[in-house]
C-alpha cells in the first residue's frame, strides 16, 4: 500500500507536469489539443537524439542513472519542443483559428498528434528505449517502500517546475497577461494585451514544460512512440478534474489520478490500469463537470 | 486475372463496411457537429458484440450464444448504442470538446477490454471460428465473397436511403439548426441536448453494425483489427468526401482505403521486413497530412456539402451577430 | 469639425463583410467633449463603438484619432494610440481580483509608471479600494462600473468609449456613473458613450448623435435634442415599422 502511494505521487508529479501544460492551452487557446501529449513523446525522444547524435557519456551523478549530459539534453530538447509547437501552431492552428469551429481545432490537433507520433516512430523505430543502460537498484526507506534515487529527483524536478510555474502566473506580468486572456480574449485584447503574443508564450511555456515531462516519463518509465498516446486520456482527465484552465486544479488532478491507478492496481488486474482515468473522467463528468477543485483558490 | 477480381471483390467488401461506419460518424459530425474520437471503440464493441452472441459455444468462455447472424447484428447495434448513450449522457450537456475526450477515453477503455477480458473477447487470440452467415450455400469462398458483397452493398443501400431520409425530415432539420446554432434551435422548442443525444447514438449504432457486418465476413475477431488508427482512417475517409454529404463519404472510402492499401503494397514490397514498424508509420503520417491537409485547404472535401445544408457549415463559431440586429430575426 | 479629436468619416462595417449593420456613418468627438450617440434598438450603436475599437472590420470609410488614420486599428493597440474602450458586458476580468484587474489594464505602461496610475486609480476611485486582494467578480454592478472606467483611465487616454455605461445599473447608481463621467470631461479627457437610457445621458453630454438602422439620423447640441419631438419620432417610429 505504501509502495503504491509513493508510485502513485511519482506518477501523479509528472502528470501534473503534463496536465499544466494542458489546461494552460485548452484555457487560453480554447481547444482541447490532442497534440499536447505527443509533444511530451516529442520532447522525450529530442532529449535521446541529442545523446545519441552527440553520444554523451551517461555520466552519471552520484546514486542517479543520469548525469549532466541528460540534463543538457533536456534543456535542448525543451527548445525543440517549442519550436515543432510554433511550427504547428505558425502552419496548422494559427491558419484555422478565427476561421472555423473550435472542434474543428480539436480535429486538427487528432490529425497533428498522430502526424507527430508517426515521424517519431519513423526516426526513432517503435521499440522501447532507454537513456541509458545503467542499472538502479531501488533503496528501501520504509518497511515495505523501496525508492529509486532518480524517482527522487523526478519528483523534486516535476514539484519544482510546477511551483515555477504558478509563481510565473501569479507574478509576472506575461503571466497575468495569460490570466486574463484564459477568461475573456475580447476582453484582453481591450485591455491592451496582445493575442498573438500571449498564444506564442501559452506555446512556449506548453511546449517547454511538456518536454520536461516527457523526458521525467522517460527517465522513470521508458521512451516508446506510444508514449504520448496513453498519457493523453490522465492527462485530459486531470485537467478536467481541476477544472480547464486552473493550474493549481490540473495539478491536484494530476496526483488525484496517478494515486488512483496506482491504487487501484492492488484490486483490478495491471491489464487495465490505462482505463482507470477514463472512468475517473466520466465519473467527474457525470457528478462534477466543472472540476473537483473548480473553488480552489488562487488557481485561475 | 481471376485473382485481381477476387482481390477487387475483397476490397469492395471492406470499403463498403467501412461506408457504412463512416455513414454513421457524418451523422454525427457531419450532420449535428459532434467530434467522436473514438470511432473503433464503437466499430468493435458491435464486432464483438456480435461475435459473442453468433459464436459456437466454448469451455471457460461467456457467451457463445450461438445466435442467428442478424440476432447477432442487432445484438452488437444495441450494444455499441449503449456505449454511445453512456458517453453522450455524461458529456453533451458540456463544452463540445468533453464528448471528443471521453470517445477517445472509451477507445482505449474498449482496446483494453479485448485484450484482457479473456473470458469474454478472447485477449490477443481473439474469438476464432466464427460461422459465416449461409456459407455453406456456396461451393467456393470466391462465390461466398461475391455474395456478402452484394449483401453489405445492401445494407450500406439501405442505410444510405434511411439517413437521406432523416436528414431531410423535420428531425435532420432540426440537426442543422443545432449545429448552426444551439441556442435558435431552442427557441424554435427544439430540445437540442436530446437529438443530439438521439443522432449520437444511433451513429454509434450503425458503426457497430460495421464492426457486425465486418465479423460475418472474416469469421474471426481479433484486437488487431481494431487498432486506433482506424479511427484516424474512418475520420479521413469522412472529411476526404466531404463531411455532411454521405455520396462524398462513400467515395472518401474508396480514395482513402484505396492509398492505404497502395502504400502498404508499395512499402511492404521495398521495406525490408526489420523496418515494418516504421513502414506503419509512413502510413500514418499519409493518413494524418490527409486529415490536416484537407483540413486547410479544401476543408469542404472532395465534393462538399450538399445544399440541404446551409452554407454556414463550417463557419460556425464566426462571431453571431447579437444585440444589434433584431432586423434579421423575423427572417 | 476641423478641431476634431476623433473623426469618423463615412464608416461602414458589420459582422461578415457581405452584411454591413452601419453604413455611411459620420461623425466626431472634439477634445474635452462629452459626445453621445442614442439610438433605438438595432440602430448600430454598439456596433459603431466597436468598428471604431477594431473588434468588426470596417469596409469602407476612415477614422481618425487627431488626424492618424487608426481604422481598423488591432483592439489591443487602442492604448497606444490613446483611446481607452470600455465594453457594455463583461467589461471586467471577475476571476482576477480588483488589483490584477488594474495590473492587466496598465500593462502598456512601463512599471513604475503602472505602479503610480493604480495607486492614483485608488484614490480616484475610494471605493475599490478594500476590494483591491478580492476577486472582481464579488464587485456590485456599480463598483464593476467604476473598476471597467479605473481601468480604462491607466493609459491617460484622450478619448474613452463606453458601450452603455448605465446598463444594469440601479437608478442611483446610475447617476453616479454619469455624475463622474461628467467631472472626467472637465479634466480634459473626451468621451464617447453609446446609450439606452438616451434622457440622462443627453442630459450630462455637449452633443448628441442619433442612429437608426444602421445609419445617421440626426445630430447636434444635446441640449437642443432633448426637446427635438423629432428624436422621439425616430424611436417610435421605428418601434411602429417593426416587423
Known amino acids: ?300 | 486475372m481471376l485473382g485481381v477480381a477476387l482481390y477487387l471483390v475483397f476490397f469492395l467488401i471492406v470499403v463498403t463496411i467501412y461506408a457504412i461506419v463512416v455513414m454513421g460518424l457524418n451523422l454525427q459530425w457531419g450532420f449535428t457537429g459532434l467530434f467522436n474520437a473514438g470511432v473503433v471503440a464503437f466499430y468493435a464493441i458491435g464486432a464483438y458484440g456480435t461475435a459473442v452472441l453468433i459464436g459456437p459455444a466454448r469451455d471457460r468462455l461467456i457467451g457463445g450464444f450461438e445466435m442467428p447472424f442478424l440476432v447477432g447484428l442487432a445484438g452488437g447495434m444495441a450494444l455499441a448504442a449503449l456505449a454511445g448513450l453512456i458517453v453522450a449522457l455524461a458529456t453533451l450537456k458540456l463544452r463540445e470538446e468533453y464528448l471528443a475526450i471521453a470517445t477517445f477515453g472509451i477507445a482505449i477503455t474498449i482496446q483494453l477490454v479485448a485484450l484482457n477480458f479473456e473470458a469474454l473477447t478472447g485477449g490477443a487470440n481473439g474469438l476464432i471460428g466464427l460461422p459465416r452467415p449461409m456459407f455453406d450455400l456456396f461451393a467456393t469462398p470466391g462465390g461466398y465473397n461475391l455474395f456478402y458483397l452484394i449483401f453489405v452493398l445492401a445494407v450500406a443501400v439501405v442505410i444510405y436511403a434511411a439517413l437521406e431520409r432523416a436528414v431531410r425530415s423535420p428531425w435532420g432539420r432540426v440537426l442543422r439548426a443545432i449545429r448552426e446554432d444551439v441556442t435558435a434551435a431552442r427557441s424554435l422548442g427544439k430540445n437540442p441536448t436530446t437529438t443530439r443525444l438521439q443522432a449520437f447514438v444511433l451513429g454509434s449504432a450503425i458503426m457497430g453494425l460495421g464492426g457486425g457486418l465486418y465479423v460475418g465476413f472474416i469469421g474471426f475477431v481479433s484486437p488487431i483489427d481494431f487498432l486506433p488508427i482506424l479511427t484516424f482512417q474512418i475520420w479521413a475517409m469522412l472529411i476526404v468526401g466531404g463531411s455532411g454529404n454521405n455520396r462524398g463519404a462513400v467515395l472518401g472510402c474508396l480514395v482513402v482505403w484505396g492509398l492505404w492499401t497502395a502504400s502498404g503494397y508499395v512499402i511492404s514490397n521495398a521495406v525490408p521486413p526489420g523496418l515494418q514498424s516504421q513502414a506503419g508509420a509512413v502510413q500514418a503520417i499519409i493518413i494524418g497530412l490527409v486529415i490536416v491537409l484537407t483540413l486547410l485547404f479544401r476543408p469542404r472535401g472532395l465534393i462538399g456539402e450538399e445544399d440541404v445544408v446551409s452554407a454556414h457549415a463550417r463557419d460556425d463559431e464566426v462571431t453571431t451577430p447579437q444585440e444589434e440586429i433584431p432586423a434579421q430575426q423575423g427572417q | 469639425m476641423s478641431a476634431a479629436l476623433l473623426s469618423v468619416a463615412g464608416v461602414t462595417a458589420g459582422y461578415q463583410p457581405d452584411l454591413p449593420i452601419i453604413r455611411d456613418i459620420s461623425m466626431s468627438v472634439a477634445a474635452g467633449e462629452l459626445v453621445t450617440i442614442i439610438g433605438p434598438n438595432g440602430a448600430g450603436k454598439s456596433t459603431l463603438i466597436k468598428a471604431i475599437a477594431g473588434q468588426l472590420r470596417i469596409t469602407s470609410g476612415r477614422v481618425t484619432l487627431d488626424g492618424a488614420d487608426i481604422t481598423n486599428i488591432a483592439t489591443y493597440r487602442m492604448a497606444e494610440a490613446g483611446i481607452a474602450y470600455v465594453p457594455q458586458t463583461e467589461n471586467i476580468f471577475s476571476t482576477l481580483t480588483v488589483d490584477e484587474n488594474l495590473r492587466v489594464g496598465a500593462q502598456p505602461l512601463p512599471k513604475p509608471e503602472a505602479r503610480e496610475r493604480i495607486a492614483e486609480a485608488y484614490r480616484t476611485f475610494p471605493d475599490l479600494d478594500p476590494f483591491r486582494r478580492q476577486k472582481a467578480g464579488v464587485l456590485s454592478g456599480g463598483q464593476r462600473q467604476m473598476l471597467a472606467v479605473a481601468r480604462a483611465l491607466l493609459t491617460q487616454p484622450r478619448l474613452i468609449m463606453l458601450d452603455e455605461p448605465s446598463a444594469g445599473l440601479a437608478p442611483k447608481m446610475v447617476d453616479e456613473v454619469f455624475s463622474r463621467l461628467a467631472g472626467l470631461v472637465k479634466t480634459g479627457v473626451a468621451i464617447l458613450m453609446v446609450e439606452q437610457n438616451a434622457k440622462a445621458a443627453m442630459q450630462i453630454s455637449d452633443r448628441t448623435y442619433v442612429l437608426a438602422e444602421g445609419a445617421n439620423r440626426l445630430d447636434g447640441p444635446s441640449a437642443r435634442l432633448l426637446d427635438d419631438p423629432e428624436v422621439a419620432e425616430i424611436y417610435l417610429g421605428r418601434a411602429g415599422r417593426k416587423v
Open chain 1, 1 to 300: 500500500m505504501l509502495q503504491a502511494l509513493a508510485d502513485g505521487l511519482l506518477t501523479g508529479s509528472i502528470y501534473a507536469l503534463g496536465a499544466i501544460g494542458l489546461t494552460l492551452t485548452m484555457g487560453i487557446l480554447r481547444f482541447a489539443n490532442f497534440a499536447h501529449a505527443e509533444m511530451m513523446t516529442w520532447g522525450a525522444y529530442m532529449a535521446l537524439g541529442v545523446l545519441t547524435l552527440f553520444s554523451l557519456p551517461t555520466a552519471p551523478l552520484g546514486p542517479l542513472t543520469f548525469g549532466w549530459p541528460l540534463i543538457l539534453a533536456t534543456v535542448i530538447a525543451a527548445g525543440l519542443t517549442v519550436v515543432l509547437a510554433l511550427i504547428v501552431d505558425r502552419f496548422v492552428f494559427g491558419k484555422l483559428r478565427g476561421k472555423v469551429g473550435h472542434l474543428t481545432l480539436v480535429f486538427a490537433s487528432f490529425g497533428v498528434a498522430l502526424l507527430i507520433r508517426n515521424l517519431i516512430n519513423l526516426i526513432f523505430g517503435g521499440r522501447a528505449q532507454y537513456y541509458t543502460s545503467e542499472l538502479q537498484i531501488a533503496v528501501p526507506v520504509a518497511p515495505g517502500l523501496r525508492i529509486m534515487p532518480d524517482q527522487v529527483v523526478v519528483f523534486a524536478t516535476a514539484i519544482a517546475l510546477v511551483i515555477a510555474v504558478h509563481l510565473f502566473l501569479q507574478n509576472t506580468r506575461l503571466g497575468l497577461a495569460m490570466r486574463a486572456v484564459s477568461e475573456s480574449p475580447p476582453l484582453a485584447q481591450v485591455n491592451g494585451i496582445s493575442l498573438a503574443r500571449v498564444v506564442r508564450w501559452t506555446w512556449i511555456v506548453g511546449g517547454a514544460l511538456a518536454a520536461v515531462a516527457g523526458v521525467l516519463y522517460g527517465v522513470s518509465v521508458q521512451l516508446r512512440p506510444e508514449l504520448g498516446f496513453h498519457l493523453l486520456l490522465p492527462l485530459f482527465a486531470a485537467a478536467i478534474a481541476g477544472g480547464v484552465g486552473n493550474v493549481i486544479g490540473a495539478v491536484l488532478g494530476g496526483f488525484l489520478i496517478g494515486l488512483i491507478e496506482s491504487v487501484s492496481v492492488l484490486v483490478i488486474p495491471a491489464g487495465y490500469k490505462l482505463a482507470i482515468p477514463f472512468l475517473v473522467l466520466l465519473a467527474v463528468l457525470y457528478f462534477r463537470p466543472t472540476g473537483i477543485f473548480a473553488g480552489t483558490t488562487g488557481g485561475k
